[in-house]
């Protein structure tokens, strides 16, 4: 697959070496692609990344995400599988969609895109790297597309998800429950005092 990561932070940085090493084709889009001359893939604007993608990755921080992914216009993403792996927080940490879902705000604002969330209940090393938590752990997809539901599967694949790993929670609306894990991610850590860990669901 050719995926376009949106987005050049820490979350871009970590999947990128992993979607590589399993045989993908990775471009990262940034508003200012000069600015990333040390990239380990190409750095292009946000346009000529989605026009070239066949999977399409939000990785940017959640709260901007609607904003910075509309400003192309919808049309970019008609019939396009979009991952969105964001948690839509403020700088206190508190849901900026306490009644919705970032997921959901991105399906009204890109009608014709097939939304899927998923990598979104854990952080970002945990989730491309299941090595560092005993027993890998659990991963979530949230879709009303099955089509994208099974390109996501593929794509997780990739970062080494085991199908038995990888729960179908149904539906957009699902990721309501995704998104508002956040707060317990959040309260756990603090609890811990570590970042290091992840769901596990023992049937």
Not at 102 to 127: F, M, R, S
């Amino acid at each position: 697959m050719h995926i376009a990561i949106i987005g050049t932070g820490n979350v871009a940085r970590i999947l990128t070496p992993k979607l590589l090493e399993a045989g993908h084709e990775v471009t990262l889009a940034s508003r200012h692609p000069g600015d990333h001359q040390d990239s380990l893939v190409p750095v292009v604007g946000l346009r000529d990344a989605v026009d070239a993608a066949d999977v399409v990755v939000n990785a940017t921080p959640g709260r901007n995400s609607v904003e910075e992914l509309s400003s192309i216009g919808p049309a970019a993403y008609a019939g396009k599988t979009l991952i969105d792996v964001g948690n839509a927080v403020d700088d206190s940490w508190e849901l900026v969609y306490p009644h919705t879902s970032l997921a959901e705000e991105l399906q009204q604002a890109l009608p014709d895109a097939h939304i899927v969330k998923t990598l979104n209940t854990a952080a970002i090393t945990v989730l491309a790297d299941r090595s560092l938590v005993g027993g890998g752990g659990t991963v979530f997809v949230s879709s009303d597309h099955e089509g994208a539901k099974a390109t996501t599967r593929e794509f997780l694949a990739a970062l080494g998800w085991d199908a038995d790993s990888v729960i179908d929670l149904g539906g957009l609306l699902s990721a309501r429950g995704a998104e508002h894990y956040f707060l317990m991610f959040a309260a756990v850590m603090r609890g811990i005092g570590t970042p290091t860990f992840n769901i596990q669901i023992v049937r």
